[in-house]
């Protein structure tokens, strides 16, 4: 949990709140700003398209309509078709006839050779009903008793008076045999130019919906689409693709998008106004918004590159910033436990080198201010001991000389004899300038001290040392237990009218998992009411200066040492020193 409290967390909050989040809201939405001007794009390049396409068939609608304009190229037509309309024309001679016949033939041929191929025939008929009709295989005779008069396109051509018309896609009736293609034409009211406002007749040409095809066929849009023209009725006149019935009536309403197929197509129309048709092409919607798609995984894709590429950054810069705070917590912790030699050299000129640079110091003038007051108070602490340890040696002389001048008044003089020798070797060990020695050693003066009391005491005094071979060479203050013998012997054992005991244990025992060297010193003597007492106090003065000393050059050398007294009158005396094991190996 200390994680959503660092500051590296922090940085990465305000990477993602700043660089993150909104480059991702910025990647979410850019595909609906593409979705729409791909739209946009798409339906402007196909009413290009469509806009370039209308040009190309009113360039073909203006071939076509000269076509209608061949009764006028010469004045050999013009007078042929005059002299066709004439009332009495049934009644001319046959060589008129012939000629007059022959020469709306030729025009009619003429017109149709000089055009395009896709131009079916060329039909002149007149208000009497009778046709001439020119096809590519030459004159056909149209079906008998046709009514041209009665024929839509011929009353749209009179009603235009002399105007180009153009017809819906209709069959051609008009053939002596039925023919399988469809047609549209283009219809002109011949005037006679002599006489105004007297028709002469009708021209119309027939043109194959094929033409359409070519014109369209080399149309290209970025989709896959259907191109469709439908006439004036909206009947449906050509388209590249086939179209369902569903589809026409979907495109007749106008609708924006149209289902064919279960496919989805998006609507795009132009109408063409001088035949007043209406070209419709169909986009697919399914092929737009796979480019959508793309743009959504181009989108991710970057979305998720510049995210990697961000956070990598971001690790590396957040590092740098970090690694020299994780430096500076590190040596902190390390001046918490005490190890004010550590240093930190964080290198640089910024905020964070000079903090280190700063804490680097103050560590330092801390060790040298702790290691002066630590060596002053270590000097006292060191007087205080040799005090403590000097006076040792006077206040066992002097009880030992009280013992000697006892032994001379009895005239025991072998005994004091040994009594003397003893004493030497005492007094070699408590002369020798070490301050600690082994428990070992300890011991064996404790055996000499007792074994020169004992010539004194005879068989009042019986005493038992033993030391565990697992602690014998342990480290101990030396004489820390002459004191505590000293006591037993002089306050417990001496005022007995019956044999006094001291045993003294060394060993090692554990206590709440800590090892401890333990040292019991237990006799069996007066005992004294030790909870009476303070610590500092005894039956006598003597007492209490043993015990003191004892505790006090403990607490001096071992701060985590423990000494315990229990005492009752009548029944003994127990000391017990506890020295951690980790401060005497």
């Known amino acids: 949990m200390d994680f959503f409290y660092s500051l590296r967390f922090r940085l990465t909050v305000l990477c993602l709140l700043t660089i993150a989040i909104p480059q991702s809201i910025l990647m979410f939405f850019m595909p609906f700003y593409y979705r729409d001007m791909i739209s946009e794009e798409t339906k402007a390049l196909t009413e290009s398209n469509i806009s370039s396409l209308k040009k190309n068939i009113d360039i073909y609608l203006d071939d076509l309509e000269r076509i209608t304009l ?39 041929s003429n017109s149709l050779l000089n055009t395009r191929k896709d131009i079916v025939c060329t039909l002149y008929s007149t208000s009497d009903d009778f046709g001439y009709l020119m096809t590519k295989d030459g004159l056909v005779t149209p079906q008998p008793d046709f009514k041209f008069t009665q024929q ?6 009179v009603a235009a008076d002399g105007k180009a018309v153009f017809t819906n896609v209709h069959a051609q009736d008009y053939y002596p045999t039925p023919q ?21 007749g009708v021209i119309m040409a027939d043109a194959d919906t094929v033409i359409l095809g070519q014109i369209l066929g080399d149309a290209k849009f970025n989709v896959s689409s259907i191109v469709a023209v439908l006439d004036s009725d909206n009947n449906l006149i050509y388209s590249n693709h086939p179209i369902s019935i569903s589809a026409l009536d979907q495109i007749k309403t106008n609708e924006n998008t149209i289902y064919e197929n279960k496919e989805q197509y998006v609507t795009v129309s132009k109408k063409l106004d001088r035949v007043n048709w209406k070209m419709v092409v169909l986009l697919s919607n399914s092929e737009i918004k796979s480019k959508l798609r793309f743009v959504y995984l181009i989108s991710f894709l970057l979305a998720i590159a510049v995210s990697v590429f961000v956070l990598f950054l971001f690790s590396i810069l957040s590092r740098l910033i970090t690694n020299p705070f994780n430096k500076i917590m590190r040596f902190v912790k390390q001046l918490e436990k005490g190890d004010l030699k550590s240093r930190i050299n964080i290198e640089g000129r910024d905020e964070i080198s000079k903090l280190a640079e700063a804490l680097d110091n103050m560590a330092y003038r801390l060790d040298d201010l702790i290691d002066r007051e630590y060596k002053a108070a270590l000097s006292k602490r060191n007087a205080e001991f040799y005090a403590l340890q000097s006076q040792v040696s006077p206040h066992f002389l002097y009880n030992t000389l009280n013992g000697f001048l006892g032994l001379n008044r009895l005239g025991k003089h072998e005994t004091l004899e040994k009594s003397i020798t003893a004493l030497t070797g005492l007094l070699r060990y408590t002369l020798d300038q070490k301050d600690l020695t082994t428990v070992s050693e300890e011991l064996l003066f404790l055996e000499r001290y007792c074994s020169i009391q004992k010539l004194r005491f005879e068989d009042r005094l019986e005493y ?35 044999v006094g005991t001291i045993q003294v244990i060394a060993g090692l025992t554990c206590d709440s998992g800590v090892p401890y060297l333990q040292i ?45 007294v229990s005492s009752k009158p009548g029944e003994g005396t127990q000391v017990i020193i506890k020295i951690p094991q980790k401060d005497v190996v």
């Open 520 to 564: 019991s010193i237990t006799d069996n003597g007066a005992g004294f009411n030790h909870e009476s007492l303070s610590e500092d106090e005894d039956e006598d003065e003597d007492a209490g200066v043993g015990l003191a000393n004892v505790k006090e050059r403990l607490s001096l050398l071992f701060p985590e040492s423990i000494f315990l």
């Open 70 to 108: 061949s009764p006028y190229l010469t004045e050999e037509y013009t007078n042929a078709l005059i002299f066709r309309a004439e009332e009495n024309y049934s009644q001319s001679q046959q060589y008129d006839l012939f000629k007059t016949n022959q020469t709306i033939s030729s025009m009619l």
């Open 180 to 200: 399988k293609n469809r047609v549209f034409s283009v219809a002109r009211l011949i005037n006679n130019p002599y006489q105004h406002k007297k028709p002469l």
């Open 152 to 157: 839509e396109w011929y009353k749209e051509a």
């Open 464 to 498: 038992n040392i033993c030391c565990d071979s697992v602690v014998a060479i342990y480290k101990i203050p030396k004489l820390i237990l002459q004191p505590l013998i000293e006591n037993s012997i002089i306050h417990g054992v001496e005022p007995l009218d019956r």
